[in-house]
């Protein structure tokens, strides 16, 4: 394998450690001629980091890496280009205000006595998007088009300083479904070609539409890596999940059966173009219901346009019976909804605050600035759910950057719980946050349900979803494809829906 | 086509102001529409006109430049005192100042590139070290009598009508063209734009932003140089106190002239037509004779706004006509 001519770019032995945490650990990945090549993981799997390493972004610690059997180090992106690996961020990274053309050729235009021949730039950027399919003005600027125009501008351009390696950081997760076969058509061009593409991407059925083999990394680590035809779908979402059969059997906890109570809320069609397709969701009192599926599937779309943090362009929801619209996160507010956001560091907590003041932050907003909470209300709310969810250290005043990230997670809820709301929106609550933790916010989420309260939680973690929801909704590609309840809900059969291939899929 | 001539919309706009108010100023004096008006135009504005072309540079690139109108003044007192007291020859000295200033200017530049600084922040320093330093080296006016200066401020190309292109406007004129062709059409004028439009995509790129940002301040220093020069020729005298606040007067011509305060966008020729129009305002004023000057000051500031409030508008109407979903349909030939 080692002497094949068909291996392009070779890595072995990559490893990254930030601060003493393992980002990469010794994970070895190789690209063949003319071969598209997904890589793929969840969340903090390594794959960006790899990239960055890759491409000289990043310093690797360990590793080394052949480029047609010669050993390369790049130091930067610009030294990775110039030997020959080109990369395509998600974020289109050309300049919007420049010309086409200029884009394509900044920084090298044909120039005549320091002048640069626009006349000239302009045919040959013409002559090389008409090899991509693409017949447009270049003399607009780049920010006037799709895009799907701006990525393929961007792949043009790499593609044209001689790249033999491209890699695709999440092209298509901001293009519909016609520009993603553009795109596609480019890619399987560029592999006859003989160039090695990198494809990174959340969508499985792309993988299975376009790409010869696959790479998984989970943990920083090599998970796997086998030709498309030799992996069906339910192995690979165990591989990028880490569930192995033994572990796929967690246990139900037997359970009243669910109440067929009114529901709280319902949603009908509801969806946005572009986000996540069409739904229908049902919020019960004292039911809890789980959304999983992997990263980018749609799952945090789903909640952010039910709390109005996005607006809905379709459907209709109730609340108690009542049409309403839920334009904003205040009027989904004033509704009796709360939402603790996934991303805590960025969306939720205000580091500098105290716990007391992060505590009040959502009731005081709903109150409205001109019917301020007493220092001592604001005192006794803090002390209640100090106690009730045992923050540690128990002390009002600490800011809340200094706790643990599960403290921090509970008194993420408590802010939310406070204002006593009919449906709380739970996003990733156990995640970065110790095992010990996990139990007691899982111990909660029962607690708060058997309270009388709704409950819609995203979470990665199957095992956790199993034990405590009452109904499970699967998401893949943007979309609800599959709906558990009772004792449907179980890890494998929720792995079977994620892994399902769509029935207009090969 | 039309989408590349969208970008020119402010410019046609900036022209139109500008026409409008000849004709306006023109049938309220008729002894205004001359060319002896508009040579007094160039020649007044010249010093005005060619910071306006480093500016526009810095501001297209994002940046800005607070030190421009001290360094002119600083410029000034350099020359009355080499000239006069040092016994410098004119010529000289104008080439030991153009040094100072690009060496100033890169300075600046390496500061906001290398420290990570806001150009406000540094070129504000910039600023009071500048003008500091000019307090410094004389508080009084200083005349200047060489015999260059003499020459110079009398040369002029004689046109019809008692009408004189003088040197300053030379200058000016040279300035702007020379602007413009740096600008639009090298590969240095497309880094500034990239750099405007997103600096890490433009490191990505492989594009050398350091030095582009070290060269866009040297070039405005330089300018900025180049209109103390002209200042000092203009007034032949050199004091510590000129051109204060000409810094303002030169973002106010780069923004009426259409260019974005937030940088990507612009072009010499519209700076160039906001200095004429602030200078026409101007000899409005002088024409009338009633009116007191600062109504210039305030003509300025409606004009700012309207033309920050026409930008919002066309940026808003393209960003909606962007949105439209149309998708690659559109230009693609063979999906």
């Known amino acids: 394998m080692p002497n094949d001519d068909s291996i392009l770019l070779s890595l072995t032995g990559f490893s990254k450690a930030f601060a003493g945490f393992v980002a990469l650990d010794h994970v070895d990945f190789t690209l063949r001629r003319g071969e598209i090549h997904a890589l793929l993981g969840e969340n903090g799997a390594g794959k960006s980091t790899l990239i960055k390493t890759m491409t000289g972004v990043v310093a690797r610690d360990a590793g080394t890496m052949r480029l047609d059997g010669v050993e390369i180090a790049p130091r930067s992106a610009a030294e990775a280009t110039r030997m020959g690996i080109a990369t395509v961020y998600q974020e289109v990274n050309l300049a919007p205000n420049l010309s086409v053309a200029q884009n394509l050729f900044l920084g090298r235009q044909p120039t005549r006595l320091g002048l640069v021949r626009e006349r000239e730039m302009r045919r040959r950027a013409e002559d090389l998007l008409a090899g991509f399919g693409l017949s447009i003005d270049v003399a607009a600027p780049l920010e006037s088009y799709s895009v799907a125009i701006q990525h393929i501008v961007a792949i043009a351009r790499a593609v044209d300083q001689s790249a033999r390696v491209l890699i695709l950081d999440e092209p298509t997760a ?141 459907g209709r929801a109730e609340v108690g019976g009542q049409a309403v619209v839920i334009a904003s996160p205040r009027e989904a507010m004033r509704l009796g909804f709360g939402y603790c956001p996934e991303e805590r560091k960025t969306e939720g907590i205000v580091a500098e605050l105290t716990v007391r003041e992060n505590i009040v932050l959502a009731l005081q907003a709903r109150r409205g600035a001109m019917h301020p909470l007493s220092r001592r209300e604001q005192d006794e709310i803090a002390a209640k759910f100090i106690r009730l969810l045992d923050i540690r250290p128990p002390d009002p005043e600490r800011p809340i950057g200094l706790l643990s990230g599960g403290n921090q997670q509970k008194a993420l809820l408590a802010r939310w719980l406070a204002t006593a709301p009919r449906l709380l929106i739970l996003d990733e609550p156990t995640r970065g946050i110790d095992v010990g933790a996990h139990a007691e916010i899982i111990g909660l989420i029962r607690d708060l349900c058997a309270e009388g309260m709704a409950l819609l939680v995203v979470s990665s973690e199957l095992e956790e979803i199993v034990t405590y929801a009452d109904e499970v909704i699967v998401l893949r590609d943007r979309a609800h494809v599959a709906q558990l309840t009772g004792e449907a809900i179980s890890v494998p059969a929720i792995l079977a829906a994620i892994a399902e291939a769509p029935a207009d899929a090969a | ?175 702007v063209g020379a602007g413009m062709v ?72 780069v923004v009426i002239g259409g260019t974005l305060l937030s940088g990507g966008y612009g072009f010499v020729f519209g700076s160039f037509l906001g200095v004429l129009i602030q200078g026409l305002i101007q000899t409005y004023i002088s024409f009338d004779g009633t009116l007191s000057s600062w109504w210039a000051k305030i003509a300025t500031g409606l004009l700012l706004f309207a033309f920050i409030a026409f930008q919002q508008i066309t940026l808003y109407m393209a960003r909606r006509s962007r949105l439209r979903p149309a998708g690659v349909a559109q230009g693609v030939l063979q999906p």
């Open chain 2, 182 to 253: 740096l600008l639009h059409l090298t590969r240095f004028g497309a880094n500034v734009y990239a750099l405007g439009g997103s600096r890490t995509a433009t490191a990505l790129m492989g594009i050398n932003v350091a030095r582009t940002t070290v060269l866009i301040y040297t070039l405005s220093s330089v300018l900025a140089g180049l209109s103390g020069i002209v200042f000092s020729l203009y007034t032949s005298s050199g004091y510590s106190l000129s051109a204060v606040g000409v810094e303002l007067d030169a973002i106010a011509a």
């Open chain 1, 174 to 314: 901001s293009l519909d479904a016609h520009e993603v076969e553009v795109l596609f058509g480019v890619m399987r061009q560029l592999a006859a070609r003989g160039i090695g593409i990198v494809f990174v991407t959340h969508f499985l059925d792309q993988v299975y539409a376009i790409c010869d083999r696959i790479t998984v990394l989970r943990n920083g680590r090599l998970a796997g890596s086998a030709p498309v035809a030799e992996l069906p779908r339910l192995d690979l979402v165990r591989m990028m999940l880490g569930r192995e059969l033994s572990a796929a059997t967690a246990q139900r906890p037997p359970r009243a059966p669910a109440t067929d109570a009114a529901p709280l809320a319902a949603f009908e069609s509801f969806g946005k173009a572009g986000t996540v397709a069409p739904f229908d969701l049902t919020l019960r009192p004292g039911h809890v219901v789980g959304l999983a599926g992997l990263l980018g599937s749609g799952r945090t779309e789903t909640v952010r346009l039910v709390f109005g943090a996005d607006r809905a362009d379709c």
């Open chain 2, 1 to 175: 086509m039309t989408r590349s001539l969208n970008r020119l919309m402010p410019v046609f706009a900036t022209t139109a102001v500008f026409l409008a108010g000849f004709v306006l100023c023109s049938l309220a004096y008729p002894n205004f529409a001359s060319l002896r008006v508009v040579m007094n135009l160039l020649t007044d504005n010249a010093f005005l006109g060619i910071v306006a072309v480093g500016m526009t540079f810095v501001i297209i690139s994002g940046g800005i430049d607070l030190s421009v109108g001290s360094v002119i003044g600083f410029t000034t007192v350099f020359l009355a005192l080499a000239i006069e007291r040092w016994g410098v020859p004119p010529l000289a000295a104008f080439a030991i100042i153009l040094i100072i200033c690009a060496a100033f200017g890169a300075a600046m530049g390496a500061v906001i590139q290398y420290f990570e600084l806001p150009p406000f922040i540094v070129t504000l320093a910039g600023m009071f070290l500048a003008r500091g330093v000019s307090f410094l080296m004389s508080t009084e006016s200083i005349p200047v009598d060489a015999a260059l200066y003499s020459h110079l401020s009398d040369y002029a190309i004689r046109l019809s009508g008692g009408a004189r292109l003088t040197v300053p406007a030379m200058i000016m004129l040279a300035v």
